[in-house]
């Protein structure tokens, strides 16, 4: 009996992918839980699994193309050993694709397996490894359950396979990305219009362009997938949320010594001890104080949403824009777990590898343009959120201390509002909460 096989559905609010890869040729034996498709959302790159075992009969889709949850990716047929999906005929999504969507988030977010034992890999129990790490062991000939995690929970990096199979114990720490010095509109906005792609008007209210090739040479390059998502929630957050920022400095001379001094115990353990760490802390102490910030409102029925957990998204600079990876209960976690939690999934989203239950659930954001420069910014607030917390480069100035001058590490912030919610004082008290606890981080321990 043949099973056709239906686009999950890959996430919250997302309703259409591009195939980027086919992994698998028609007549192909195949096994559950080998890689069949990588597709790239308008929020991440996934690599789809398949629920069966069996043999690939007709593939209905091409790379590049956009498909529609729902939509007929793939027809399996039996072989021996198969346990084939329920019919499509059960439901009108079909519990096939079903039955796959629930094994990405399942891969996702799986507890931890029995890892390490004097830091021995384990057995005899699933390995907590996310779908495209599970491709590359494939390929390079690896048992993960050989493989020692040093993600969080154990997990099972990309890196932790490769230097296995180099016969190392443990990964590196990634270098810090390299800053490009120019931008690749192939990388970052997928190149030209491809065969038989349709373009929609990006808004209903568009306004006619006039005809730029009278001028000269052009190029035309559609707005789609992160880009056009991007571009979408902006103007929804220009349009919706009345934006005012509030500007201050904080005095990180202390703050930077300590995390000098204690960078490499983090290191060792698979973490990096930076400012947004510990912005991540200050931050989710001052949205308990002010619990204004920690809300959304409802247009519809004119209420105030306050949130009474404290999710913390981390913009990240990649090469197909800008994405929010989010880091749940800050509030409940070290220092430690934080800069390790922070390294992985700012690594995940460069690579275009973060999960999608990890970029949904945000409160609050922060933004960090230090490694990059500027002397300050106005950040625009990820709606619906209600604020958003800019960080721009530290630098050293002269400063008068107790009547003397006296060089100091200096940090500008910036924090931009919905200004329906909170008034300019109560941002001014919020960025000051913050920047006492960057400059005296012992307040964050006293705090009951």
Known sequence: MSTEFLLPDLGEGIHEAEVLGILVKEGESIKEDQGIFEVETDKAVVEIPSPVTGVVEKIHVKVGQTVKVGMVMVTFGESKGAQPARAKEEAKASAVAA????????????????????????????????????????????????????????????????AFKEGGATSKLPASPKVP??????????????????????????VEMPDFSKYGPVDRV????????????????????????????????????????????????????????????????????????????????????????????IAVATERGLIVPVIRNVDQKSLPELAI????????????????????????????????????????????????????????????????????????????????LADGAESAYFVRHVINCLEDPLQLLLEV
């Open 99 to 162: 039955k796959t969507s629930e094994k990405i988030a399942h891969e996702t977010a799986q507890p931890v397996a029995a890892r390490s034992n004097g830091g021995q890999a384990v057995t005899g129990r699933p390995v907590p490894a996310a779908p495209a790490t599970r491709r590359v062991a494939r390929e390079l000939g690896v048992d993960l359950t050989q493989v020692v995690g040093s993600g969080p929970a154990g997990r099972v990096m990309r890196e932790d396979v490769v």
């Open 181 to 206: 010095d120019t931008v690749s509109v192939t990388t970052m906005y997928g190149g030209p219009k491809k065969e038989g792609e349709a373009l929609e008007p990006f808004s209903t209210s568009y």
């Open 222 to 313: 559609p707005l789609r997938s992160i880009r056009r998502k991007i571009a979408q929630s902006m103007a929804t957050s220009w349009a919706h949320i009345p934006h005012v920022t509030h500007c201050d400095e904080a005095d990180i001379t202390h703050l930077n010594e300590s995390l000098k001094k204690h960078e490499k115990e983090i290191a060792d353990r698979g973490g990096r001890l930076t400012l947004t760490v510990v912005a991540l802390k200050a931050v989710a102490s001052a949205l308990k104080k002010y619990p204004q910030f920690n809300s959304s409102l409802d247009e519809k029925t004119g209420e105030i949403v306050f949130k009474r957990y404290y999710n913390i998204g």
């Open 341 to 420: 939690e922070l390294n992985d999934i700012a690594r995940k989203t460069r690579e275009g590898k973060i999960e999608l239950d990890r970029l949904q659930g945000g409160t609050f954001t922060i933004t960090n343009i230090g490694a990059i420069g500027g002397t300050n910014m106005v950040p625009m607030v990820n709606y619906p959120e209600c604020a958003i917390l800019g960080m721009a480069r530290s630098v050293q100035k002269p400063v008068v201390r107790d009547g003397a001058i006296q060089i100091r590490w200096i940090l500008p912030l910036a924090m931009s509002f919905d200004h329906r």
